[in-house]
């Protein structure tokens, strides 16, 4: 199983990045997925969590109203809309396979990682 996650770059303040991550695996639409970020210095944390089918979603309170997950199945991808960014997003951005059928905002409950994306916010 190979998640690549893409679409990081620098991005001013109140700007925009739309993350993609494709996952070469045939039952991509079988796994709850979710985004974390990890900023220098600090644990990596949960930003957005999106079920199997795309019905149920669940967020930070840090990033609730400016971020949106979303997938598509036919296409292995799922995607993470950040809008009005802000300096503190800044962060190396993953994404990841969990195991559990619900959303869960603990690193260890999810088995397979992409390589990451760095995000950079410019104040």
């Known amino acids: 199983v190979q998640l690549q996650a893409f679409g990081g770059g620098l991005v001013q303040a109140g700007g925009s990045l739309r993350l993609s991550c494709a996952a070469s695996l045939r039952t991509f639409s079988s796994y709850t997925l979710g985004w974390f970020r990890q900023a220098p210095g600090k644990e990596r944390e949960f930003v957005a969590g999106?079920?199997?089918?795309?019905?149920?979603?669940d967020y930070a309170d840090s990033v609730k109203g400016r971020f949106t997950i979303s997938r598509d199945n036919a296409k292995n991808t799922v995607y993470l809309q950040m809008n009005s960014l802000k300096p503190s997003d800044t962060a190396v951005y993953y994404c990841?396979?969990?195991?559990?059928?619900?959303?869960?905002?603990?690193?260890?409950?999810?088995?397979?990682w992409g390589q990451g994306t760095l995000v950079t916010v410019s104040s």
């Open positions: 999106i079920t199997k089918s795309g019905g149920t979603t």
């Open positions: 990841a396979r969990s195991r559990r059928w619900g959303i869960s905002t603990v690193p260890p409950t999810y088995d397979y």
